[in-house]
């Protein structure tokens, strides 16, 4: 099993940034794919950014350019860095582990893009 517990989230002004964090319950080293999605109100869930272990990365267009995904093995944490925010990236950002062949989810932290 996997705990994975975001953090990081919050309100900010358009063109403004946030770093998200994702602290993984057990060594990451071995977690094939991690990844950051999200979820806005009267949507579906949706893909922002995944990682695998070797390092390779994969974005949604609407946050390439903006947005980093990193991971830290020794301190078995994911990170989100997000840069020049939109109104449109309202959302609840949750962690994601997949771990033999099962999914793990973290609870979700809020970032509102607001002026």
């Known amino acids: 099993q996997v705990q994975l517990v975001e953090s990081g989230g919050g309100l900010v002004q358009p063109g403004g940034s946030l770093r998200l964090s994702c602290a993984a319950s057990?060594?990451?080293?071995?977690?094939?794919?991690m990844g950051w999605y999200r979820q806005a109100p009267g949507k579906q869930r949706e893909l922002v950014a995944t990682i695998t272990t070797g390092g390779s990365t994969n974005y949604a267009d609407s946050v390439k350019g903006r947005f980093t995904i990193s991971r830290d093995n020794p301190k078995n944490a994911v990170y989100l860095q997000m840069n020049s925010l939109k109104p449109e990236d309202t959302a609840v950002y949750s962690c994601?582990?997949?771990?033999?062949?099962?999914?793990?989810w973290g609870q979700g932290t809020q970032v509102t893009v607001s002026s």
């Open positions: 057990r060594s990451i080293s071995i977690i094939a794919i």
């Open positions: 994601n582990a997949i771990f033999l062949t099962r999914n793990y």
